[in-house]
């Protein structure tokens, strides 16, 4: 937790960019003023003319509303239900262990964490991709891997209740969902991936990521194949590649979400098995279809309540804070006394 205050969402992610699907038009909600203020004009353009009509997108723009409020406390249900009743394959892989973690990961984190650590220095361990800030390195072992991926697979045919990543990804498991964020992510964010993005991503706070959204994305050919381009509710991701045998899909990155550019110049980056890469949450990316096979994707949203705490990354304001469980989203109620030590303590750079 963050200097011990609890951590709190944005109001913009319960009724910012509603998608009203009979206008097809994404809208910003918060009362029926504001609604036919901001995108009156636009939902007439559309065809919504009559006051008939504008009440039944507006009782269709509420009801998706609640339904957002309502995840996070559904997802604490999934979670008490998981806990009690299912019966885990390989309980070892749900406490972190070094035994996990590559031989070079490890002496990547050793680097980082010695008095004479650098930027320079640690760019000679791990591959660096353009000029984007998009890095590969090893973190994991194979067997654990082939492990993790075991243990999804049998929660993924239980009967248990599955909450989805995200609207964009029908399949895939919520880790604080399945138990591992107290015994395993927040130890890896911690512990190892901290040191790491300290001098990666100084300016995003790197050295005090104190929250994360951590979960498992499914590719396959009946189901998801691909990812279309988006950006992280995050100030740094982490995505690493569990496997299984898969062809294709390469990730692709384009600009960075505040500084778009005329005509975007796209990367291209395998993905390669055990290894993941690291970039700002802000950058624009998604991932290309697979041809065969399936793969597993470890992602971490790593946040930083100092940074998002003066500029929410989705609506570009200062957040609106609300009530939420657990990491909410990231933010934190900052005191006026100890707001400037809290950012110059991240801003390094």
């Given at each position: 937790?963050?200097?011990?205050?609890?951590?709190?969402?944005?109001?913009?992610?319960?009724?910012?960019?509603?998608?009203?699907?009979?206008?097809?038009?994404?809208?910003r909600y918060r009362d029926e003023g504001q609604l036919r203020r901001d995108h009156g004009r636009a939902l007439r353009e559309r065809g919504c003319r009559s006051e008939e009509e504008f009440r039944a997108a507006l009782r269709e723009i509420e009801a998706e509303v609640q339904r957002r409020k309502q995840l996070t406390h559904q997802?604490?249900?999934?979670?008490?239900?998981?806990?009690?009743?299912?019966?885990?394959?390989?309980?070892?892989?749900?406490?972190?262990?070094?035994?996990?973690?590559?031989?070079?990961?490890?002496e990547i984190v050793r680097y980082c964490t010695s008095?004479?650590?650098?930027?320079?220095?640690?760019?000679?361990?791990?591959?660096?991709?353009?000029?984007?800030?998009?890095?590969?390195?090893?973190?994991?072992?194979?067997?654990?891997?082939?492990?993790?991926?075991?243990?999804?697979?049998?929660?993924?045919?239980?009967d248990m209740p599955k909450g989805r990543p995200n609207t964009m990804n029908n399949y895939g498991v919520l880790l604080n969902e399945l138990g591992m964020d107290e015994t395993f992510i927040t130890p890896l964010r911690e512990k190892y991936l901290q040191p790491i993005t300290a001098l990666l991503y100084?300016?995003?706070?790197?050295?005090?990521?104190?929250?994360?959204?951590?979960?498992?994305?499914k590719y396959s050919l009946h189901e998801d194949l691909d990812l279309s381009s988006h950006y992280d509710n995050a100030e740094v991701t982490l995505n690493v590649s569990l496997g299984k045998d898969f062809t294709e899909g390469n990730l692709y990155f384009g600009d960075f979400s505040q500084d778009p550019t005329p005509v975007p110049k796209y990367i291209e980056i395998e993905h390669v098995g055990a290894q993941g890469l690291l970039h700002r949450g802000g950058q624009i990316h998604g991932a290309l279809p697979i041809a065969s096979g399936e793969r597993w994707n470890l992602i971490i949203w790593m946040r930083s309540s100092a940074i998002r705490n003066q500029l929410c990354p989705m609506c570009n304001k200062k957040p609106e804070l609300v009530e939420a469980?657990?990491?909410?989203?990231?933010?934190?109620?900052?005191?006026?006394?100890?707001?400037?030590?809290?950012?110059?303590?991240?801003s390094l750079w």
């Open positions: 937790m963050s200097a011990g205050r609890p951590f709190l969402a944005c109001a913009c992610f319960f009724s910012d960019n509603v998608f009203v699907e009979r206008y097809g038009l994404h809208v997802s604490v249900e999934r979670k008490a239900i998981i806990s009690k009743c299912y019966k885990r394959k390989h309980p070892e892989v749900y406490i972190l262990q070094d035994s996990f973690l590559a031989p070079d990961f490890l008095p004479d650590a650098h930027l320079h220095g640690l760019l000679r361990y791990i591959k660096s991709f353009s000029d984007k800030r998009i890095y590969r390195l090893p973190v994991f072992t194979e067997e654990f891997c082939q492990a993790f991926v075991d243990e999804l697979e049998n929660f993924e045919q239980s100084p300016d995003l706070g790197g050295a005090c990521l104190d929250s994360h959204k951590a979960f498992v994305v469980e657990g990491f909410g989203d990231g933010f934190t109620e900052t005191l006026e006394d100890d707001a400037p030590e809290t950012v110059n303590l991240c």
